[in-house]
């Protein structure tokens, strides 16, 4: 049973629009978001975070936006550019214990095309 | 100092034949984690550990699959008498502590192909 779900498999854009990537979860005990992108051949490296007590946190080009009634949040690039091509992944804590274990959905792959 | 650091990058096995996929923290983590990612599919959470004991292992497949560390620092993850829906890619992280708010830092991953 998928938890955390990203429905779209890829995404391309133009330098210099908007690139938006969704996230749908399942569990309302969730209540820690990350999200996290992913070059070939890397590791996952930590993008950006939102706490369930907010509906927005931004970080410079980056934005999350949270909407738990919906149990869904975005990751909003604002402009996009060339070198944010790359696998895109929607996390989320398990809030029913001081727990370590992230729930991963499948990754978004955005294309930004110059 | 360095990343978190995976060997192999790449292991290619036969079916039924037992691997070992190792992990070098960054230094002075005390947490570390397992994950595994299918294709076509999220980060699959396997195992973590605190110290050198791994509180909760019921992420783990099988019984085919096990886990240790030891110093506070090098996991290896071993998988026995290997299977073809074993063939993924391998990817461990640490982190300073274990909870939320701790970042985890990954490595590259093993990609594992079983034949």
């Known amino acids: 049973d998928q938890q955390v779900k990203q429905n779209s498999p890829s995404l391309s854009v133009q330098e210099g629009r908007i690139s938006i990537l969704n996230c749908d979860y399942t569990?309302?005990?969730?209540?820690?978001f990350l999200w996290y992108k992913k070059y070939p051949a890397e590791g996952p490296t930590f993008l950006i975070s939102i706490s369930s007590i907010k509906d927005k946190n931004e970080d410079g080009r980056f934005t999350v936006f949270l909407n738990k009634s919906a149990k869904h949040l975005s990751l909003h690039i604002v402009p996009s550019q060339p070198g944010d091509s790359a696998v895109y992944f929607c996390?989320?804590?398990?809030?029913?214990?001081?727990?370590?274990?992230?729930?991963f959905g499948q990754g978004t792959t955005l294309q930004v095309k110059p | 100092g360095a990343g978190v650091s995976q060997s192999p990058s790449n292991k290619v096995t036969e079916k039924g034949k037992d691997v070992e996929l190792r992990c070098d923290p960054i230094s002075g983590h005390t947490a570390l984690y397992w994950y595994r990612q299918r294709l076509g599919q999220g980060l699959e959470f396997l195992i973590y550990f605190q110290g050198n004991s791994a509180p909760d292992k019921s992420g783990l497949p099988s019984d085919r699959f096990s886990a240790e560390r030891t110093g506070e620092s090098v996991s290896t993850l071993t998988i026995q008498r290997t299977q073809q829906e074993d063939s993924a890619v391998y990817l461990c992280a640490s982190s300073l502590a274990y909870g939320i708010y701790n970042e985890q830092f990954f490595g590259p991953g093993t990609r594992l192909t079983v034949l």
């Open positions: 996390a989320a804590y398990d809030g029913s214990g001081n727990t370590g274990k992230l729930i």
């Open positions: 569990n309302s005990m969730f209540d820690y």
